[in-house]
């Protein structure tokens, strides 16, 4: 989702350096049938924008879940969902 988060910002001309776009993923499994099943994954970004792009990037975070093939894949079998915390400089 980091990657498909980038792009949406980047075709937005908000192009973040490596140092001030990062996620940190979590997930949850539930015992199903004595197996171990993947039932939710929970995202974490961190994103220091520049002063002035956050109704941009607000518009990108809100839309990028729904055009993430990642997300698509799991949609249905696994809860995604995602936070941000965002610092402008």
Excluded: F
């Excluded at 350096?17 to 171990?36: F, Q, T, W």
């Excluded at 518009?59 to 402008?88: F, M």
């Amino acid at each position: 989702m980091l990657g498909t988060l980038k792009g949406a910002l980047e075709v937005r001309q908000v192009r973040l350096a490596s140092d001030c776009i990062s996620a940190e993923a979590e997930g949850a499994n539930e015992v199903r049938d004595g197996l171990p099943v993947l039932t939710e994954v929970r995202i974490r970004y961190r994103l220091r924008i520049p002063k002035g792009t956050r109704e941009v990037v607000d518009r990108a975070l809100a839309r990028h879940q729904e055009k993430c093939p990642t997300a698509a894949s799991l949609r249905g079998a696994v809860a995604v969902s995602w936070s941000a915390e965002i610092d402008e400089v």
